[in-house]
């Protein structure tokens, strides 16, 4: 598997680098914008480490510009405390985010999550995809559990196509783009239709994590709304629970 490391502080890099090689990663590096783009064109990474902070172009528009050539999943590191910087990356497509300082060690692991999390390395954890809880079926295509509670591998709601084994969603026939993370917090969201999920919950349970920043969650609603929602504005799938948090109300309803 090939990581591109996108950071113009040589010691940083350097770390980054060795840390990931030692856990058998192929790196490759970049010190600007430009020469980050070049290589993601001829090198075709399993995924990019991008700094935010960047000579010409920033790690923002490289992240933009990443997002509009495909799906290699994105990590990026941004400054402690920029809260800005962050929801800017989510916003524009990347996967993960790490605050410097950051532990290398951290990183590795975050950066072997989203792989996981992509199909790009191992297997979802058993009785369903990133993010689902043990003992929790996916519902089938007809929106039930499968039989004796295996777990079937693709959701359809309405015109909404969620296969979870592919890693594809589609909507009218037509294939939407999603990120790793998106893909993920829809998968949880479609396989628990009508339960209202807090942001705490949604983060520990799509993210891993027990304590985070709650605007990633935001984010990632928002983009995911304006990927599956006719009206992003007045959403009727992705619905906000008011003093809750989020819930997806399906369009399909199972009739006893």
């Known amino acids: 598997m090939s990581v591109l490391v996108v950071d113009d502080d040589p010691t940083v890099s350097e ?11 192929d790196v490759r590096h970049a010190e600007d914008g430009n020469q980050a783009l070049e290589l993601a064109d001829h090198e075709a990474p399993d995924l990019v480490v991008l700094d935010v902070m960047l000579p010409g172009l920033d790690g923002i528009e490289v992240c933009r510009r ?33 605050t410097k300082p950051f532990s290398p060690r951290e ?3 975050r950066v072997q999550s989203v792989l996981r999390r992509a199909g790009r390395v191992g297997s979802a954890p058993a009785g369903g995809p990133p993010g689902t809880p043990a003992g929790v079926g ?4 007809e929106g039930a559990p499968g039989a004796e509670g295996r777990p079937e591998r693709v959701v359809v709601d309405g015109d909404l196509r969620v296969d979870l084994a592919a890693h594809r969603v589609t ?13 993920d917090l829809l ?24 304590f985070g920043d709650l605007s990633t969650v935001t984010v990632h609603v928002r983009r995911v709304r304006a990927k599956v929602e006719v009206d992003p504005a007045r959403p009727a799938r992705l619905s906000t629970v008011w003093g809750v948090g989020y819930r997806w109300d399906p369009t399909t309803v199972a009739v006893p």
């Open 187 to 210: 998968a949880h969201l479609v396989t628990h239709p009508g339960v209202a999920f807090t942001r705490e919950q949604l983060m520990n349970a799509v993210w891993g994590w027990e």
């Open 138 to 141: 996916v519902p089938d295509a």
């Open 15 to 25: 770390v980054v680098r060795g840390y990931l090689e030692r856990a058998g990663f």
């Open 171 to 183: 909507m009218a026939g037509r294939d939407l783009t999603l990120t790793v993370r998106e893909f």
């Open 107 to 109: 990183l590795v692991l």
């Open 66 to 98: 990443l997002r509009s050539r495909g799906d290699v999943p994105i990590v990026m590191l941004t400054a402690l405390g920029s809260e800005v910087d962050r929801v800017l990356g989510l916003e524009v497509g990347a996967d993960d985010y790490l």
